[in-house]
């Protein structure tokens, strides 16, 4: 007799690419919380080569959390060539201090992705859930009013 075991079988992890430096002290919470999920992490600290190196695990990431401790620490050109190398990705742009000006002053990542550290753990369960068909995304191109229900939601 044939077991079936297709029903049983547990689904696929959600695979994360943390991308930048989790070493300042601003973003170990942030490293620390994603390697407390349930999720399949790939770390990549090299800023320039994310959009050149193939993605290690066989399907891409469901989700992109970068580490940002200083402002134009990832160059337009780059985060570009990042959104297009992983469309399908949910993305998340967790900014430090030194860059909370950055929504007014630069506009290289897209509003509905950056979040301050301070809330980098509430914006990744939320985009978890995305992930998961509990919640409707965000899109990338959100207003600052979208970003802030989004973020307000229960």
């Known amino acids: 007799m044939a077991i079936d075991n297709r029903a049983t079988t547990m689904p696929d992890p959600i695979r994360v690419l943390l991308w930048g430096d989790p070493t300042p002290v ?8 994603l390697l407390s999920l349930p999720v ?43 959104i297009a190398r992983f469309p399908l990705a949910r993305w998340v742009c967790c900014y430090g201090e030194w860059c909370a000006s950055d929504g007014r002053s630069r506009d290289i990542w897209p509003p509905g992705a950056r979040v301050p550290v301070a809330s980098a753990r509430s914006r990744i369960a939320r985009e ?25 939601r229960g």
Do not use: K
């Open 40 to 82: 399949a992490i790939v770390p990549s600290s090299d800023t320039f080569g994310i959009d050149r190196a193939a993605f290690p695990l066989d399907d891409e990431p469901d989700l992109v959390v970068a580490l940002q401790s200083w402002p134009d620490e990832f160059p337009r050109t780059v985060v570009e060539r990042a």
């Open 26 to 33: 601003e973003m170990r919470p942030v490293a620390l919380h």
């Open 128 to 152: 978890l859930a995305v992930i998961r068909g509990d919640l409707s995304p965000l899109p990338p191109t959100a207003s600052r009013d979208e970003v802030f229900a989004f973020d307000r």
